[in-house]
């Protein structure tokens, strides 16, 4: 891949370890905080303040500099909030990993479906029963 040669776009939630160590709390709340604070993260969020300001989106909050610091700083709250709800708050509490698991061999067809498969259905922490019954 790209991103993986040239280390442009950090690959946090991908392990390329079919079967990882799980996950403890403590360590999904760090990986979270990770990707949060990371300078693509925050370049990626200064931009999509530089759209919205362009396109006057919250005209509430003017232009100029100033009504780019509030764009920026709503942008950046609600990417901050939802990274933290779904990369360590919800798998915590529901005792599953939030990392992908890479599938690097067999055919295209097979490691399509299986990152589609990924993408709702997720890997337990290992050692845990059922998050609904355990609660």
């Not at 360590?88 to 490691?111: C, E, N, V």
């Amino acid at each position: 891949m790209l991103t993986e040669r040239l280390r442009i776009v950090p690959n946090f939630y991908v392990t390329y370890v079919p079967n990882a160590a799980p996950l403890a709390p403590k360590q999904k709340f760090e990986l979270t905080w990770k990707s949060a604070s990371d300078r693509i993260t925050i370049v990626a969020v200064g931009v999509l303040a530089g759209i919205d300001q362009a396109g006057d989106r919250w005209g509430a909050y003017g232009q100029g500099a100033q009504g780019y610091a509030k764009r920026f700083g709503a942008t950046y709250a609600n990417v901050f909030g939802a990274t933290f709800i779904v990369g360590a708050i919800m798998p915590s509490i529901l005792k599953q990993d939030p990392r992908h698991f890479y599938k690097g061999t067999g055919r295209k067809r097979s490691r399509f479906l299986y990152a589609v498969a990924s993408s709702v259905i997720c890997k337990r922490d290992m050692g845990v029963g059922n998050p609904i019954t355990q609660m």
